[in-house]
């Protein structure tokens, strides 16, 4: 953990292990950090001060490259890079549920606005045909692809949430681009190999952009709007992972369409986007084994029997 300017800096938490940080996210109003480990597969959490270290998540963890948080609706998003989806949580691991688990190759960057319920994600592909920048609705509905050519190996991913843009690192082309929220005007803010050699993660606040770089093995801060004065702040002896700025107006609090009843949920309520008011809506999930009745709020249970293909059975 470090301050923006440059000038200190200190551990939050030791390595668990033999462990290796790539994804971190937190949560102001509870001041929770969490963070994915791709060494132990598991994802963490701690307080700002270092204490309460806590697993998260310890089974079927593969590869986890970056995580965000819902701080409006209290659940924790996990990108899992080696069976190429996205889940969600709660902050203490349970009602976990899968929300994107198809087209995708090797996605990477994740991150998500919460205050109109969209999610942002990046897909670094096999192919150059396969390479991605996509929106899509909190509960991993109504994928759109906003940025498909043009990309070398688009890695972090970060959102201005009061201009409504996308910002994200490209480690092939070397250079920092931005978009709209629709995938419109199209931006570079840094480019060239002296500048930005290898760009990881990346992190926007007030008028600076600050990413990791693998080559330069430092976190650099660069003017967002021009890409003039980069400078590096901090020199890493490993390879950087992701980067996050922690302060409260970057969570800004809206009211919580889960928050009164659960949504009318039976089980999980998953913040989405409103199409007709461009506004905050919600989905229903069910947890694994069961899943959602014709009136989208209630879930079922399958079972299995013998001599039958398969049978449902109300939750109870």
């Known amino acids: 953990m470090a301050d923006i300017q440059g000038r200190l800096s200190r551990t939050l938490v030791p390595s668990q292990g033999r462990g290796y940080a790539v994804g971190v996210a937190y949560h102001w109003h509870s001041q929770t950090v969490f963070w994915s480990d791709t060494n132990t597969q598991k994802v963490y959490s701690a307080n700002f001060d270092g204490g309460d270290i806590r697993t998260v998540l310890a089974d079927a963890v593969h590869s986890a490259q970056n995580l965000a948080v819902d701080w409006i609706n209290f659940k924790l998003y996990v990108l899992e890079a080696r069976v190429e989806r996205i889940d969600m949580c709660d902050f203490d691991g349970g009602n976990r549920v899968t929300l994107v688990a198809e087209n995708l190759q090797t996605p990477h960057g994740l991150a998500l606005d919460p205050t109109v319920g969209y999610m942002f994600f990046t897909d670094k592909g096999y192919l150059s045909e396969d390479m991605k920048l996509e929106r899509a609705f909190m509960d991993g509905s109504n994928r759109l692809e906003l940025v498909r050519r043009r990309l ?165």
């Open 152 to 316: 070398g190996v688009p890695t972090g991913v970060t959102l201005d949430i009061v201009t409504q843009r996308v910002y994200w690192a490209d480690s092939h082309f070397d250079l920092v681009e931005t978009v709209t929220y629709s995938g419109l005007d199209r931006k570079t803010v840094i480019n060239g190999g002296t500048k930005v050699p290898f760009p990881f993660g990346i992190a926007v606040f007030e008028n600076h952009a600050y990413f990791t770089d693998w080559t330069k093995m430092a976190v650099v801060r660069t003017n967002r709007f021009n890409g003039s004065d980069p400078t590096s702040l901090y020199g890493t002896t490993k390879r950087p992972g992701h980067i996050v700025v922690s302060h409260p107006l970057l969570q800004p609090l809206v009211l919580n369409p889960c928050g009164r009843h659960n949504g009318g949920c039976q089980q999980i309520c998953v913040l989405s986007h409103r199409s007709d008011n461009e506004g905050l809506g919600f989905r229903c999930k069910c947890r694994l084994g069961y899943d959602l009745q014709a009136d989208r709020r209630t879930c079922f249970r399958w079972v299995v029997a013998v001599g039958l293909i398969g049978c449902s059975a109300p939750l109870t």
